[in-house]
């Protein structure tokens, strides 16, 4: 029970990685305001607790939907311990060249001016409160191509960077701010990219979990659970001397070329001493 008497503020909390955090948060002690677009999973999520869940309707893409949700929380419970910005989708798919204004707002408002809001205006009901914690939901695509779109990525780097900013503008407040970047997990992200429904949802999210489980040395599809546990880490006491920086949660996908960690392949060197040979030949 690390969250006994806590207030926590989730946002995308009736899927995915928000509801895992939801529910963990939950179980452990914590009064959880659970924010979404989705009333119907809000709804369904609240309903699975007695009384610990409270969900709010909230859109991170408008900054008065956000404020009101931590005005709500500290409201009803007296203040806020612990935030996970943590909503998003994926944002535009066009590369560089062919992305317009419209798509690249769309991406940045969704995914990077909804977590400096989030923190923003959480902020002066954290005051004051023993080991605040703010948490923010970044990715792996922040370090580099191969994981995403174009403007997903940025903004995902882009909260990397607000997490360390944040951490120290808030520090004369004992306010932690930290990030985890997950790498595949198992939600409906992909699919609903995809714009995929029913069976055929089903049918992409096992491709995609066997895609990635092929893909890092952890031999298994990222689930939700495995990022609400890093959130409920960096928002307990035991990381109470974490602050300002990531926590990479991926299976491993980011340490390098397949070959760097696959016995299966044969390694960089290896290759290129067939090579060699066979140009000898
Ligand atoms: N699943 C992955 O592989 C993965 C990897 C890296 C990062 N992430 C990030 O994790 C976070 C959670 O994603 P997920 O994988 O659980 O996806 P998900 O689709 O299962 O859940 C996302 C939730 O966010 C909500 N949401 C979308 N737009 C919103 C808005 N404007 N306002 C409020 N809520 C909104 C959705 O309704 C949904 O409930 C996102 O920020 C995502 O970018 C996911």
């Given amino acids: 029970?690390?969250?006994?008497?806590?207030?926590?503020?989730?946002?995308?909390?009736?899927?995915?990685?928000?509801?895992?955090?939801?529910?963990?948060?939950?179980?452990?002690?914590?009064?959880?305001?659970?924010?979404?677009?989705?009333?119907?999973?809000?709804?369904?999520?609240?309903?699975?607790?007695?009384?610990?869940?409270?969900?709010?309707?909230?859109?991170?893409?408008?900054?008065?939907?956000?404020?009101?949700?931590?005005?709500?929380?500290?409201?009803?419970?007296?203040?806020?311990?612990?935030?996970?910005?943590?909503?998003?989708?994926?944002?535009?798919?066009?590369?560089?060249?062919?992305?317009?204004?419209?798509?690249?707002d769309r991406t940045m408002d969704l995914l990077l001016r909804s977590v400096a809001f989030g923190i923003r205006y959480a902020v002066p009901h954290m005051i004051g409160r023993k080991n605040a914690s703010i948490i923010n939901t970044s990715s792996v695509a922040a370090v580099g191509p191969g994981y995403s779109p174009n403007a997903y990525a940025v903004a995902k780097a882009g909260v990397l960077h607000l997490t360390k900013m944040s951490a120290a503008d808030l520090a004369k407040h004992q306010i932690r701010v930290n990030a985890i970047q997950p790498g595949f997990i198992n939600t409906n992200i992909f699919t609903n990219s995809l714009e995929l429904s029913g069976e055929q949802a089903e049918i992409g999210k096992k491709a995609i979990a066997a895609m990635s489980a092929g893909a890092q040395p952890v031999a298994r599809g990222g689930q939700s659970e495995d990022i609400a546990n890093a959130m409920a880490f960096l928002a307990s006491e035991e990381a109470s001397f974490v602050n300002g920086t990531s926590i990479i949660v991926d299976g491993g996908i980011t340490i390098g070329p397949k070959y760097s960690w696959d016995p299966k392949e044969p390694d960089m060197f290896e290759a290129l001493r067939a090579l060699a040979e066979a140009n000898q030949q």
């Fill in 1 to 104: 029970m690390r969250f006994s008497g806590k207030t926590a503020v989730v946002t995308g909390a009736a899927s995915g990685i928000g509801k895992a955090s939801v529910l963990l948060l939950a179980s452990e002690g914590a009064t959880v305001f659970a924010a979404d677009i989705d009333e119907e999973g809000g709804a369904e999520l609240a309903s699975q607790s007695n009384g610990a869940i409270h969900f709010q309707h909230c859109d991170v893409t408008s900054t008065e939907d956000i404020k009101a949700l931590m005005d709500r929380a500290a409201a009803e419970t007296g203040g806020i311990d612990i935030v996970f910005n943590n909503a998003g989708a994926g944002g535009d798919g066009a590369p560089i060249d062919e992305i317009e204004p419209e798509g690249w």
